[in-house]
């Protein structure tokens, strides 16, 4: 029987509001149960992966493992069963993390090692900013985003002279030390470049010659200056972000703040911008 207000089947609002809502007792009781199963999952699948524990617990962690798939595998299908918009929720970050959550389990019937992938699950813990309250921080996660999609053009023009950088430097390793060095190709002088420049520095190769050490000891100051770089470019777009956010303009008429500094005006309603 369907509710004459909304046209909605009592059971599906009532499920609704347990499953999505976080500001009922019933729904904040169903999002702290659900996190404490999440976390058992991750645990129960993080121990399975240590050979010992494996060998004398594999069946019962395996079992526990099954037992929280087909647990979310059923919620799953109860948040699309109750969902308003069901397409819109299984097309939603949240709703492809809720689907890549007990994929893996369904997979390792065919690829067995898959089933350590049940870790994606932690993902799901995301949603304690809603129910804690913390709306304030996916704010700030915004300003970071934000920050980090203006600066793709310097990035990426960045990376790609890194990427330029460590193909002639390990070609060039390659000719000076060559394969009785263990520079037996140039992807491998190009590798040791990559780890040589961003200062990992693994050491399974070490040039040997001299011309080799001295090559490599300025490329080893020259990663220390690389570094700083996308460090600069980003903190630099959080600052701009930031003073945008704190001195944007926002339009009472429609709500948008994406207007240029000096505009008195929204662009959309021509009404007078307030200042927030």
């Known amino acids: 029987m369907k509710n004459e207000s909304t046209g909605r089947d009592p059971l599906r609002e009532r499920l609704y509001e347990i499953i999505f809502e976080a500001d009922t007792l019933a729904g904040k009781l169903f999002d702290v149960v659900l996190f404490i199963t999440i976390?058992?999952?991750?645990?129960?699948?993080?121990?399975?992966s240590v050979a010992t524990i494996q060998t004398n617990h594999g069946a019962l962690l395996t079992g526990l493992n099954w037992f929280f798939t087909l647990l979310f595998t059923v919620e799953y299908?109860?948040?699309?069963?109750?969902?308003k918009k069901p397409a819109r929720y299984a097309r939603s970050f949240f709703?492809?993390?809720d689907l890549l959550a007990i994929l893996p389990s369904y997979l390792s019937l065919f690829i067995p090692s898959t089933r350590f992938l049940d870790v994606i699950r932690i993902l799901r813990m995301l949603r304690i900013f809603r129910v804690m309250k913390m709306v304030?921080?996916?704010?700030?996660?915004?300003?970071?985003?934000?920050a980090l999609v203006s600066s793709r053009r310097k990035i990426g023009i960045f990376l790609f002279a890194v990427v330029t950088l460590v193909v002639i430097l390990g070609s060039l390793m390659y000719?000076?030390?060559?394969?009785?060095?263990?520079?037996t190709s140039i992807p491998v002088g190009i590798y040791w470049a990559i780890v040589t420049l961003t200062t990992v520095g693994y050491g399974d190769i070490s040039p040997q010659?001299?011309?080799?050490q001295t090559l490599a000891a300025c490329i080893m100051i020259i990663g220390y200056s690389i570094i700083a770089v996308p460090t600069g470019i980003i903190s630099a777009e959080v600052g701009r972000s930031s003073a945008r956010?704190?001195?944007?303009?926002t339009c009472p008429a429609c709500q948008t703040a994406d207007h240029d500094p000096d505009a008195t005006?929204?662009?959309h309603y021509g009404q007078t911008l307030k200042t927030t």
């Open 175 to 183: 000719v000076i030390e060559g394969t009785d060095n263990g520079f």
């Open 209 to 212: 010659t001299g011309l080799g």
């Open 245 to 249: 956010k704190e001195f944007s303009k």
């Open 95 to 97: 709703g492809m993390v």
């Open 39 to 48: 976390m058992l999952s991750v645990t129960a699948t993080i121990l399975n």
């Open 265 to 267: 005006h929204c662009k």
């Open 77 to 83: 299908g109860l948040r699309l069963f109750c969902a």
């Open 136 to 146: 304030q921080y996916v704010d700030d996660g915004d300003l970071l985003m934000n």
